[in-house]
C-alpha cells in the first residue's frame, strides 16, 4: 500500500507596490475564516495558519497517497491564500525567505511566540524564513526513527533541489539557499547522530527542551523529526518552492526516502557523524545543484546530477510502486537546468534589482494555480 503523506507551505505575505512584507496577517487570517474556509470540496477548513511573524501565513494539504490530489490542493490551497491576502491589499510569494525585508520584522500576538523571541532573541528574529515540511505516514513511532536515521545522509540533496532563497535583505548572499543557513541558527537545528531507537530519540528531544534549547516539542527543529500531532515523519529541510512541481518533487522523494528506508531496516543505518552531515547540508546550501554534492553513499564531492540520479536510483524501487517514477525522473530535469535559485537570480540579471526578483516571485507565485 502507498504511503500518504501530506505538504505544508510557509508562504510570505508581500507589499506589491514597496515590494515589502506586509505584516497583516491577522487581517488575512480574518478574512480567510470568514469567506474562505470551506469553499471547495477537498480542501481542510483549517488550511490557512499563522506563523511567527506577522507577515507569514501556513497552508497545508490533507493526507493523501495520491500526488495528483497533492497537487490539486496545494493549488487551491495558494489560491485562497492569495484571494484572503487581497482583502489587505498584499499578495503571497513562495520564497524561502523574505528577499529585500528593509523594514522590522513584526510577531505575531501569541504568548507562544513571544517567548521565543524573549529567550532566543536576534535567532528568532533575524530571518523570517519558509519552508517546505513533508509529512509521510508511518507504521509506529520506533519505525519512524528507524526511517529518520536511514534517511539522514540524503537529506542535504534535498535542500539543493529545493534551494529558493538566495537573496535576503536586498543582497544577494552567494547562497542558493540561505533560509537553510539561517534557520541553522536555532539551538535545535541541524544534523544529529542516530538516535538509534525511540528511547534514543526521546531522550535526545527531551534534553534539548530541558536544557531550554527548545521550548517544547514544536520547537524541536531537527532535519527530520516524529510529528508531534501526527503519526508520520516529517521532513523539515526544503525552502518553499515558487513552483508547484518543484514541491510535488520534493515530496515524492521523502516518500521515497522513507518506504526505502523501511524496506532496508533489516540493516542498520551507515554511520554519520554529526559534523558530516551538517557539513553536507552547508554543501547544498551553498551551491544548490550548480556544482557539487556530497554523495550520500562515496561520501566524496560529485557532480550535483550524479548525486540527484545516485538519489533517484536508491528509492527507485518506492517510486514506481508509488507511481512517481515520471514525476521524479521530469522533476530532476528540470531543477538540474534552472533551480528556483538560478530562476530568482535570472530575475535579478534581467531586472537590475531585488525589487524585479520580488515582481517575478510575486508573478510566478500567482501563475502557480492557473496551471
Known amino acids: 500500500m502507498v504511503r500518504t503523506l501530506g505538504v505544508e507551505e510557509e508562504l510570505l505575505l508581500v507589499d506589491p507596490e514597496t515590494r515589502e512584507p506586509g505584516s497583516r496577517s491577522p487581517q488575512?487570517?480574518?478574512?480567510?475564516?470568514?469567506?474562505?474556509?470551506?469553499?471547495?470540496?477537498?480542501?481542510?477548513?483549517?488550511?490557512?495558519?499563522?506563523?511567527?511573524?506577522?507577515?507569514?501565513?501556513?497552508?497545508r494539504t490533507a493526507p493523501e497517497a495520491?500526488?495528483?490530489?497533492?497537487?490539486?490542493?496545494?493549488?487551491?490551497?495558494?489560491?485562497?491564500?492569495?484571494?484572503?491576502?487581497?482583502?489587505?491589499?498584499?499578495?503571497?510569494?513562495?520564497?524561502?525567505?523574505?528577499?529585500?525585508?528593509?523594514?522590522?520584522?513584526?510577531?505575531?500576538?501569541?504568548?507562544?511566540?513571544?517567548?521565543?523571541?524573549?529567550?532566543?532573541?536576534?535567532?528568532?528574529?533575524?530571518?523570517?524564513t519558509c519552508g517546505m515540511h513533508v509529512h509521510v505516514a508511518i507504521d509506529s513511532d520506533d519505525q519512524g526513527v528507524v526511517v529518520i536515521d536511514r534517511i539522514a545522509p540524503w537529506l542535504p540533496v534535498l535542500v539543493a533541489i529545493a534551494a529558493n532563497s538566495?537573496?535576503?535583505?536586498?543582497?544577494?548572499?552567494?547562497?542558493?539557499?540561505?533560509?537553510?543557513?539561517?534557520?541553522?541558527?536555532?539551538?535545535?537545528?541541524g544534523g544529529t547522530e542516530q538516535f538509534g531507537s525511540l528511547e534514543g530519540y526521546r531522550d535526545a528531544c527531551r534534553f534539548l527542551i530541558e536544557s531550554g534549547a527548545a521550548l517544547d516539542e514544536g520547537m524541536l527543529y531537527l532535519p527530520a523529526r516524529l510529528s508531534p500531532d501526527n503519526p508520520t515523519v516529517e521532513v523539515r529541510v526544503a525552502d518553499v518552492c515558487t513552483d508547484p512541481e518543484d514541491a510535488?518533487?520534493?515530496?515524492?522523494?521523502?516518500?521515497?526516502?522513507?518506504?526505502?528506508?523501511?524496506?532496508?531496516?533489516?540493516?542498520?543505518?551507515?554511520?554519520?557523524?554529526?559534523?558530516a552531515l551538517r557539513a553536507s547540508q552547508w554543501r547544498a546550501a551553498r551551491y544548490g545543484v550548480s556544482d557539487t554534492l556530497v554523495h550520500p553513499l562515496r561520501r566524496v564531492p560529485a557532480p550535483a546530477r550524479e548525486v540527484l540520479d545516485a538519489l533517484a536510483d536508491h528509492v527507485a524501487e518506492a517510486l514506481a510502486e508509488a507511481g512517481d517514477t515520471d514525476l521524479v525522473a521530469e522533476g530532476l530535469g528540470?531543477?538540474?537546468?534552472?533551480?528556483?535559485?538560478?530562476?530568482?537570480?535570472?530575475?535579478?540579471?534581467?531586472?537590475?534589482?531585488?525589487?524585479g526578483?520580488?515582481?517575478d516571485l510575486i508573478e510566478r507565485t500567482r501563475a502557480s494555480w492557473d496551471t
Request: charged share 30%; with cysteine; proline share 3%.
Open 28 to 59: 488575512v487570517l480574518k478574512e480567510f475564516r470568514e469567506h474562505g474556509a470551506g469553499r471547495e470540496e477537498g480542501v481542510a477548513d483549517d488550511d490557512l495558519d499563522r506563523e511567527l511573524f506577522r507577515h507569514q501565513v501556513e497552508i
Open 66 to 128: 495520491d500526488l495528483a490530489e497533492t497537487r490539486a490542493q496545494l493549488l487551491a490551497s495558494r489560491r485562497h491564500a492569495a484571494e484572503s491576502a487581497g482583502s489587505a491589499d498584499l499578495v503571497i510569494v513562495a520564497s524561502g525567505i523574505v528577499p529585500c525585508g528593509g523594514l522590522p520584522l513584526q510577531v505575531s500576538d501569541d504568548d507562544r511566540y513571544l517567548r521565543m523571541v524573549e529567550i532566543f532573541g536576534r535567532i528568532a528574529t533575524h530571518g523570517g
Open 166 to 189: 538566495p537573496f535576503h535583505q536586498g543582497e544577494d548572499t552567494g547562497y542558493a539557499s540561505w533560509r537553510s543557513e539561517s534557520w541553522g541558527t536555532w539551538p535545535s537545528a
Open 248 to 275: 510535488l518533487l520534493v515530496a515524492a522523494l521523502v516518500r521515497g526516502l522513507v518506504e526505502t528506508a523501511v524496506a532496508d531496516s533489516g540493516r542498520g543505518p551507515d554511520r554519520w557523524r554529526a559534523e
Open 334 to 355: 528540470r531543477v538540474s537546468a534552472r533551480s528556483g535559485a538560478s530562476r530568482q537570480r535570472a530575475a535579478y540579471e534581467r531586472t537590475g534589482d531585488v525589487q
Open 357 to 359: 526578483v520580488v515582481d
